[in-house]
């Protein structure tokens, strides 16, 4: 048997036929019939060998090679095809996964608070004008958080109802006022501060109450401190926050603590004073408690009622960010969906 021979060179075409077939595969379906058509039991290759049969007996073993190392031939040709035709599909899915056309998702952002910027907003009028900033304890003595403040014992607001106790003389604040005796105490006149904290009430939740919430507690103590003073600082506050058109009002109330008091309003920046849904049709949104601070805190701190005097407020946070931003439910702040927060931003 000779290179040229019949035999090889009908292998050969076989070859040809099974490179062409296998190139036009395109899948492994494809693929299976080719193999079927070439090396299968009534297939090209079977053909070949029956032919073997008419050889002279010398010759078989020669022809039997070398149909054999065709097969293999063929077999390594059908393996490197299987191989072409699944890195294809890979590469076909890739291209599917990662379509760079496709419109990215924006990473998401994240943004400050509404309370703490509303917080931070508030603080810088007062910083501006060379109020330090100060922070307490949210666990305070009943003695600062009541009785320092001329709170009395038979107070209601020390009723547990209103406060959370952690011990009979430990109470989450119920208010920022304690700090005003934390930094009286420790500092001798003047002084000016403002407090920013959270706050704890034993209130039902509500569209309007939240249980912790934050206040910014306000001191100015000099000799020669009045009303007025008070009334400008907390009207720049809100210009500040609402904008230059917004007034601030006094409505005559009582805290233990201050003498006389004040319930501070401020114009509704929804309606301008008009009356609307968010003013409840009065034009006035209420911040929070104000006054001059009363002689016998002054005095239960060391400083002279008649050397010097000072004013004190206390406004809601989430009062105001809520008035700010138009919202009618005061748990979104404490929600924290970014849906919301995002829109808040
Ligand atoms: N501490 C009061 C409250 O939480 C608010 C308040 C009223 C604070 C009058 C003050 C003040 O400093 O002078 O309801």
């Known amino acids: 048997m000779t290179p040229d021979s019949p035999l090889t060179e009908q292998l050969g ?57 065709a097969v293999a031939e063929y077999e390594t040709l059908f393996e490197r095809r299987r191989e072409e035709l699944a890195r294809e599909a890979l590469e076909e899915r890739l291209r599917q996964a990662i379509d760079v056309t496709f419109p990215g998702i924006p990473p998401l952002v994240g943004s400050i608070h509404p309370i703490r910027r509303t917080m931070d907003d508030l603080l810088a009028y007062f910083e501006r004008r060379g109020f330090a900033v100060v922070v307490g304890p949210e666990i305070e003595s009943d003695y600062n958080n009541f009785d320092a403040l001329n709170i009395p014992p038979d107070h209601p607001a020390r009723e547990g109802l209103d406060s959370f106790y952690l011990r009979p003389d430990l109470v989450l604040r119920t208010h920022t006022s304690p700090m005003q005796i934390r930094v009286m105490q420790r500092n001798p006149p003047p002084l000016a501060i403002v ?42 506050m809100c210009r500040e926050v609402f904008g230059p058109q917004q007034s601030v009002r006094f409505r005559p109330s009582f805290f233990p603590f201050t003498e006389p008091s004040a ?79 995002e829109q808040l931003a």
């Open 263 to 341: 319930e501070v309003d401020t114009t509704c920046p929804a309606c301008g004073g008009a009356g609307c849904r968010t003013c409840g049709g009065s034009g006035w949104i209420e911040l929070g408690g104000a006054g001059m601070v009363h002689p016998s805190v002054l005095r239960e701190v060391g400083y002279d009622p008649d050397v010097v005097n000072g004013w004190a407020f206390g406004v809601g946070i989430e009062r105001v960010a809520f008035t700010r931003h138009g919202m009618d439910d005061i748990r979104a702040f404490v929600e924290n969906d970014p849906a919301v927060l």
């Open 195 to 236: 407090v920013p904290g959270r706050v704890y009430r034993r209130d039902a939740l509500d569209a309007r109450h939240l249980y912790a919430f934050h206040q910014i507690e306000g001191l100015l103590v000099a000799p020669g401190v009045h009303l007025g003073h008070l009334k400008g600082a907390l009207t720049g």
């Open 13 to 69: 075409d076989i070859e040809r036929a099974l490179r062409a077939e296998l190139s036009q595969a395109q899948n492994e379906d494809a693929l299976e019939d080719v193999r079927v058509r070439f090396l299968g039991r009534s297939g090209e290759i079977t053909a070949v060998r029956r032919t073997i049969g008419k050889l002279p007996a010398g010759e078989r073993p020669g022809a039997g090679r070398i149909i054999n190392d």
